[in-house]
């Protein structure tokens, strides 16, 4: 265990920056506590002057610098806080996640209620495009919302875009409950669909930013249950409401509770230590951190922030406008940064491009067609098979790792879309135009029950890898492009879902439901590919270090290798500190909580 030397930093200087606007009173310290870590790591990171640019002061200002890893040569050293998680994270992590249970919910709930709102509005019944305008609506306002974003939560920070969410969302739903014709609920989904946009993308990101290294993809995978469990109780109170009268108005209506606990709860919750460090606010960034690893000592917090705003890199540009030109150019130039970018959006894309929203969306008109008659009930079954395996997933994240469900996912799901596709060949059912089938064997087959085993099966595949994986994007991007980065990933997602949800029944309808499986089924294999030779394992590490691993290419071997030594480290760790305790050490002494690679 390394023997960290302890700086003359105060709580008095935080936040004071040196003359070039940076930090400049963090410059000797962080170099302090980097020398010390160096001297006792032996290892090859450095302190290096800060670069000789104009507005910096090279006496006080000093930058961490991380190599580019190899299989053999692991540079990284980070601070690493001994304490896994307080209540104070999971509290935060839970009221983060609202945002996703807003997206399932809302994603959700609009099948049943267009099912029930018969001739409510304009006083006839809805054309099939007025439904599709509908349902579309959602996903389209997302996709706009995503792409400006993650640029406003670097402005003005992630509780506030939350909260603003907040305001969306009950905007959107009030237009919706009172809505008389077709046009004011179209418009209530679209103001709706701005906030699940927001929060689909920022949720995450909070989350990511506020999680120990080692837990991370679990408290991300939060967000993804409650987003799951949002779709389940969307389809379970549609089906409740089904009968009663202006039971979908009641549906829209549940909508305000969650995002109204959410507005309250951030007015006493803060934002993220990352956020604040990246604003220059180290002294409310040392106040977060505190809170969140209640046991660790004062100075090691200290140490921490110094730390972070080293490896924080303010992008230049006297305007906002340009300084967001400058963060999307160097999204593209910067290799790193480029390949956190195909690996973020590919992601998503892969989510989106095979075709579970379909089947999630149009379950119930595919279970009545091969013969079920009561095909809500089975649409619950699949939507909780989803909510089951993201459970599975939670506990898989971090402990397996995130590219080793993503392996085991993809094949099972293009097995189990090949069963389907070979089952509906049997079935012979043709899809035709306006969503009606016709089948030749009507009735309970078994091929029927061959095509729900098989969409159950790929539904727990899908859950457990590629449903829950892509929402740990904001570990991909260093702190400068994150918001920027998250942005294009997300919009990509919302993006993917528009197109798979608009095109599947005429997929259906032209290249047969054998075909469109069999083209699902194909793109699940190639997106294995994909994965296997590009994504790395990013389980364990500090979101500072998954820069380093990108830096020279995808790095899949020594991601693997780190991820393995940062599970090793925290085992240890956790002995060592349950030795301690054995041996009546109460107080852990700050440089036990240090450790490095
Ligand atoms: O991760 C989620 C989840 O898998 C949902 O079930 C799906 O509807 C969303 O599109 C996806 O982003």
């Given at each position: 265990m390394a023997q960290h030397q302890f700086t003359e930093y105060t709580p008095e200087n935080m936040g004071k920056t040196g003359p070039s606007g940076r930090r400049g009173s963090y410059g000797t310290a962080a170099k302090t506590a980097k020398q010390g870590s160096e001297a006792s790591a032996g290892v090859g990171a450095s302190t290096v002057p800060g670069e000789p640019d104009s507005d910096s002061d090279a006496n006080s200002f000093s930058r961490i610098q991380i190599k580019p890893v190899n299989d053999e040569d692991d540079t990284s050293v980070m601070i690493t806080f001994n304490?896994?998680?307080?209540?104070?994270?999971?509290?935060?992590?839970?009221?983060?996640?609202?945002?996703?249970?807003?997206?399932?919910y809302d994603t959700g709930y609009i099948s049943s209620a267009l099912v029930s709102i018969g001739t409510d509005l304009d006083n006839r019944e809805l054309t099939y495009g007025n439904k599709e305008l509908i349902t579309a609506a959602t996903s389209l306002g997302a996709l706009i919302s995503s792409v400006v974003a993650g640029t406003c939560a670097d402005i003005w920070g992630r509780k506030p875009c939350i909260m603003f969410s907040n305001v969306l969302f009950v905007i959107g739903a009030a237009?919706?409950?009172?809505?008389?014709?077709?046009?004011?609920?179209?418009?209530?989904?679209?103001?709706m669909g701005f906030g699940v946009g927001i929060g689909s993308l920022i949720s995450p990101l909070f989350i990511g930013e506020i999680a120990p290294k080692m837990i991370r993809g679990r408290l991300v995978v939060i967000n993804s249950l409650c987003l799951t469990g949002g779709q389940l109780i969307a389809y379970g109170c549609g089906a409740g409401l089904d009968k009663v009268h202006n039971g979908w108005r009641i549906l829209v209506g549940l909508s305000l509770i969650p995002t109204c606990i959410q507005f309250v709860c951030f007015c006493f919750l803060p934002d993220t230590p990352r956020f604040y460090v990246m604003k220059g606010r180290l002294d409310k960034a040392a106040e977060v951190l505190a809170k969140s690893y209640n046991s660790a000592p004062q100075e090691l917090i200290q140490q921490k922030i110094i730390e972070l705003s080293s490896l924080n890199r303010t992008i230049p540009g006297k305007t906002v406008a340009v300084r967001v030109l400058n963060t999307i150019k160097e999204l593209h130039t910067e290799p790193s940064n480029f390949r956190a970018l195909v690996l973020a959006c590919a992601m998503q894309g892969i989510?989106?491009?095979?075709?579970?929203?379909?089947?999630?969306?149009?379950?119930?008109?595919?279970?009545?067609?091969?013969?079920?008659?009561?095909?809500?009930?089975?649409?619950?079954?699949?939507?909780?098979?989803?909510?089951?395996?993201?459970?599975?997933?939670?506990?898989a994240i971090d402990r397996i790792g995130r590219r080793v469900i993503l392996l085991i996912g993809l094949p099972g799901m293009c097995l189990s879309l090949v069963v389907c596709a070979i089952a509906f060949h049997f079935m012979d059912v043709r899809f035709e135009?306006?969503?009606?089938?016709?089948?030749?064997?009507?009735?309970?087959?078994?091929?029927?029950?061959?095509?729900?085993?098989?969409?159950?099966?790929?539904?727990?595949?899908?859950?457990?890898?590629?449903?829950?994986?892509?929402?740990?994007?904001?570990?991909?991007?260093?702190?400068?492009?994150?918001?920027?980065?998250?942005?294009?990933?997300?919009?990509?997602?919302?993006?993917?879902?528009?197109?798979?949800?608009?095109?599947?029944?005429?997929?259906?309808?032209?290249?047969?439901?054998?075909?469109?499986?069999?083209?699902?089924?194909?793109?699940?294999?190639?997106?294995?590919?994909?994965?296997?030779?590009?994504?790395?394992?990013?389980?364990?590490?500090?979101?500072?270090?998954?820069?380093?691993?990108?830096?020279?290419?995808?790095?899949?071997k020594a991601s693997q290798t780190l991820a393995k030594k940062r599970k090793q480290q925290m085992a240890d760790q956790r002995n060592a500190a349950h030795d301690n305790e054995l041996q009546g050490y109460n107080k852990a002494k700050p440089s036990d909580e240090l450790m490095e690679g």
């Open positions: 304490q896994s998680v307080s209540w104070f994270i999971v509290s935060l992590t839970f009221v983060a996640s609202i945002s996703g249970f807003m997206f399932g237009l919706q409950v009172s809505a008389h014709t077709f046009w004011q609920m179209a418009i209530g989904r679209l103001i989510q989106q491009f095979c075709g579970w929203n379909s089947l999630l969306y149009f379950s119930g008109t595919i279970f009545e067609t091969v013969g079920f008659k009561n095909s809500a009930a089975v649409s619950i079954v699949v939507a909780g098979t989803n909510f089951v395996f993201t459970l599975v997933a939670f506990f135009g306006g969503g009606s089938a016709v089948i030749k064997d009507s009735g309970f087959t078994a091929w029927g029950i061959v095509i729900i085993l098989s969409i159950i099966c790929y539904a727990a595949f899908y859950a457990l890898g590629i449903g829950t994986v892509p929402w740990q994007q904001s570990e991909l991007f260093p702190q400068a492009v994150r918001g920027v980065g998250t942005s294009y990933s997300t919009a990509t997602n919302w993006a993917g879902s528009l197109v798979i949800a608009s095109t599947f029944l005429t997929m259906l309808q032209n290249i047969t439901p054998t075909g469109t499986f069999a083209l699902f089924a194909a793109l699940s294999l190639v997106s294995f590919l994909f994965i296997y030779f590009c994504y790395p394992e990013l389980s364990g590490l500090e979101l500072e270090e998954v820069q380093m691993i990108l830096k020279d290419g995808f790095n899949i």
